[in-house]
């Protein structure tokens, strides 16, 4: 029997880097190291986040290190400003990373702005994004879902936008799609949907709007067994770019018959 497989030359570019897999995952919320690597491997990620300001990468020699778990040489790590709420203070976290991973300039910019919707203060990070990119920096951005707004980024001289779906870890899905939907069909750069994510569902939605990619850490990390949770993702995800690199049919008002009824015999 002959198995269908996607096209392997499909695949996701960012900054000159390529990926299969289109599912990036966090390492926070686990109880541990080992259930972040498992649940990493079930989702067949490549790219994984990580927050310079709350994971230990090398920082305290006597606590567990994430790079033992999640290796640079099995995967890209992209460190976030996680945390920042200036725009100097996300330029300084990813600095620090840069330091820490001799020379990584790949980065994940997050400046929020509010404490409780955690939300991006978009004059904040049109800022340091300006400033990162200015310095050598591979930036992948964390933002609004305002049009606009991603294409300054874009032009700015981002190499991703991620615009949110829903508010971080709140698990409400694709809150607009239309929004979605424009930024994807002007952007010249990867569209990699950012927070909001709570189901395989929501992730194939994004895909099938077509989008770039999901990036998603709550969603797994907080399941009731989150390394069968990575799994769904992995598949939705890649259900969900099918979908959309076929084409889906057109919606209608009445139904059509699957089968024509010309020639029917009697």
């Known amino acids: 029997m002959n198995h269908f497989s996607p096209a392997a030359d499909d695949l996701l570019t960012v900054a000159g880097r390529t990926f299969h897999s289109r599912l990036l995952t966090g390492t926070g919320k686990y109880k ?14 490549q790219i994984v986040t990580l927050a310079i300001r709350r994971v230990n990468i090398g920082q305290d020699a006597s606590q567990p290190n994430l790079l033992d778990a999640l290796p640079p040489d099995r995967f890209t790590l992209l460190p976030n400003t996680a945390g920042c709420y200036t725009a100097d203070d996300a330029v300084r976290t990813c600095r620090l ?58 032009e700015i001289g981002c190499a991703a936008i991620m615009p949110l779906a829903a508010p971080i870890g709140s698990g409400l899905g694709i809150q607009n799609r239309y929004n979605l ?27 099938e709007l077509g989008c770039d990619g999901v990036l998603m850490n709550t969603a797994i990390a907080g399941a009731k067994d989150p390394v069968l949770m990575a799994h769904a993702m992995k598949l939705a995800v890649e259900a969900g770019r099918a979908a959309f690199r076929a084409g889906r049919i057109p919606r209608k008002r009445f139904a059509s018959a699957s089968s024509p009824v010309d020639g029917l015999v009697g």
Request: aromatic share 4%.
């Open 181 to 207: 939907l424009e930024i994807v069909e002007n952007a010249k750069v990867p569209v990699i949907v950012d927070a909001g994510v709570g189901t395989a569902s929501d992730a194939a939605i994004a895909m």
């Open 32 to 45: 541990d190291f080992d259930e972040t690597r498992r649940a990493t491997e079930a989702a067949g990620a």
């Open 97 to 154: 990373a840069r330091e820490l991973l001799d020379g990584h300039n790949l980065v994940k910019l997050e400046v929020l702005g509010d404490e409780r919707t955690l939300y991006p203060d978009v004059v904040q990070t049109l800022a340091a994004a300006e400033k990162l990119v200015a310095d050598g920096f591979d930036v992948m951005v964390y933002t609004s879902d305002d049009p606009i707004l991603a294409r300054r980024l874009e």
